[in-house]
């Protein structure tokens, strides 16, 4: 087995999986809000579509919507796995043939020339986050991020007075200034760091890595989840911005130390096209998935 090209074949494969299907768990959250919380017929006709779309993306195999986004990887390396130099290649070459193949829309974009790349490649793209663990494999994580859902992402630095006051002050203004505009309901990210790239990187991190209502394991932070998510829910913006519930699925909070001075907090939001999976590759050929 050439080790390589399996590796390239995989991706694609998950590249492909990602664009086409929800993952079960935010599947499961919006049968429940469909079935138990909405209430208006306006939000209830607007879940349905949305599950109705899940449904024809996976029967027609195109993509769940025509933004297929950014491509955009975490990456985990084993100390053992063999094509450590290699990653970047295989993942630009099967993000070339997911375009053509699938296809994904050429989003990819140069801010010099506004010219698309028409592969999905180009500087810096994909986007890839490294991490080095044990082990002789690799984890690969999938989460290509749209533009719609981009506009409301914000990160800033505050001084530390009064902090998790203010992230429930600026956490209310991104949902009321942009409204519909994210495509609700919406999965949150929010990261804490002691700098704006830390932050921001926690965030994302945050967003993906997590299963929908899986809490932090910090009851502090927990709590500060839940109540994110109620205080956004009572804004009752609703599916598509229709009204009712839900607006909010899911909040996750992730954080780093920080320095005396500086309190940074980025939010990274998704829409309801909550695309996210990720695969294990050993050095032997087996695979698992894992998200």
Request: glycine share 6%.
């Amino acid at each position: 087995m050439n080790l390589e090209d399996y590796v390239k074949t995989q991706v694609k494969n998950l590249i492909k999986d990602v664009t086409i299907k929800l993952p079960q768990d935010l599947l499961n959250a919006l049968k429940f809000y469909l079935d138990n919380i909405a209430g208006s017929e306006r939000a209830k006709f607007m879940l349905k579509s949305i599950l109705m779309n899940c449904e024809l993306a996976i029967t027609e195999e195109v993509p769940i919507c025509q933004d297929t986004g950014i491509p955009t990887f975490i990456v985990r390396i084993g100390d053992y796995f063999p094509l450590k130099s290699k990653i970047e290649n295989i993942l630009k070459y099967a993000v070339m043939e997911a375009t053509k193949e699938i296809p994904l829309r050429p989003n990819t974009t140069c801010p010099i020339t506004n010219k698309l790349s028409g592969s999905n490649v180009g500087r810096y793209v994909p986007w890839i986050d490294y991490e080095l663990v044990e082990g002789d494999y690799v984890d690969i994580f999938y989460v290509p991020k749209g533009g719609g859902s981009e506009y409301p992402c914000k990160a800033l630095t505050i001084t530390p007075r009064n902090p998790w006051n203010m992230l429930k002050r600026l956490f209310l203004k991104i949902l009321t200034k942009y409204h519909a505009m994210p495509c609700p309901p919406l999965i949150i990210g929010i990261g804490i760091g002691g700098t704006i790239d830390m932050a921001v990187k926690i965030a994302k991190k945050a967003l993906y890595l997590r299963r929908i209502n899986e809490r932090h394991d910090e009851k502090f932070i927990a709590r500060i989840e839940e109540e994110l998510i109620d205080l956004g829910n009572r804004l009752e913006v609703g599916p598509h911005g229709v009204g009712d519930y839900p607006t909010i699925i899911d909040v996750h909070i992730d954080y780093a130390y920080r320095h005396p001075a500086t309190f940074s907090i980025a939010f990274i939001i998704s829409c309801w096209a909550y695309r996210r999976g990720g695969i294990r590759i050993y050095s032997s050929g087996k695979i698992e998935k894992i998200l």
